[in-house]
């Protein structure tokens, strides 16, 4: 069983970067993909950026060139550095781990772009 908490949102101003973070509980080393979604308020959640084992890397048309997830195997944090940040980009965000053949979400970081 793997835990995930995020953290690291909060209130930016457009243009503005934010690195929130996603830790486990246990080991993500062997971890098939780990996913960063996002959920404006009343829409549903979409998928923003994936790293798969192997250091592979996808992200939504939306996001691209602006973000970028890392993972961090002696923390078993994954990352999500987010620059340029648009008032669009504000959602909760909630990272999701595959591991052997089952999905761990967290709980969601509050990410709110805004003059």
């Known amino acids: 069983q793997v835990q995930l908490v995020e953290s690291g949102g909060g209130l930016v101003q457009p243009g503005g970067s934010l690195r929130p973070s996603c830790a486990a509980s246990?080991?993500?080393?062997?971890?098939?993909?780990m996913s960063w979604y996002r959920q404006p308020s009343g829409k549903q959640r979409e998928l923003v950026a994936t790293l798969v084992n192997g250091g592979g890397s996808n992200y939504a048309d939306s996001v691209k060139g602006r973000f970028t997830i890392s993972r961090d195997y002696l923390k078993n944090t994954v990352y999500l550095q987010m620059n340029s940040l648009k008032p669009e980009d504000t959602a909760d965000y909630y990272c999701?781990?595959?591991?052997?053949?089952?999905?761990?979400w967290g709980q969601g970081t509050q990410v709110t772009v805004s003059s």
């Open positions: 246990g080991s993500i080393v062997n971890a098939n993909a």
């Open positions: 999701r781990v595959l591991l052997y053949g089952r999905q761990y």
